[in-house]
């Protein structure tokens, strides 16, 4: 295409649907990055806290104050998150899956359309007649 002439709209449809199949793409990383961190911090305060005697007093965050609590409570708490967590990353990657499959077959389609039927069939158009 040259630079004076238009997309047909056909084609910026397919180009529109690929940049939403990206930008879905990056939301879903960007969501699963931060599952990851919450799960890390999540092993890690049940490590510490699994460390603690039964007899020590701990503590749970509530917003911006601390809440007395139980060990047995809070360790039960934390290993629900924990599974929640492992439950939302595997939701998470199975549609990373997907949105990449989407996204190669939305590029050939692309790509399919840019070089049209003489291209696939490897035919050239005579210009000199």
Do not use: C, F
């Not at 990383?29 to 799960?39: A, D, F, G, S």
């Not at 699994?50 to 104050?65: E, H, L, N, P, Q």
């Not at 499959?101 to 035919?123: S, V, W």
């Amino acid at each position: 295409m040259s630079a004076g002439e238009q997309i047909p709209p056909w084609l910026q449809e397919q180009v529109g649907r690929l940049q939403q199949l990206q930008q879905n793409l990056q939301s879903i990383m960007v969501q699963k990055q931060h599952l990851e961190t919450e799960q890390l911090e999540t092993e890690r305060a049940l490590e510490t806290l699994k460390k603690a005697s039964d007899s020590d007093t701990v503590y749970k965050a509530a917003g911006s104050i601390l809440v007395k609590s139980t060990k047995t409570t809070l360790v039960s708490e934390l290993e629900e998150k924990k599974e929640l967590a492992n439950t939302r990353l595997t939701v998470l990657a199975k549609q990373e899956v997907r949105l990449k499959e989407n996204l190669k077959e939305a590029e050939a389609k692309i790509r399919e359309m840019l070089h049209g039927p003489a291209a696939q069939t490897g035919q050239k158009t005579d210009t000199s007649k």
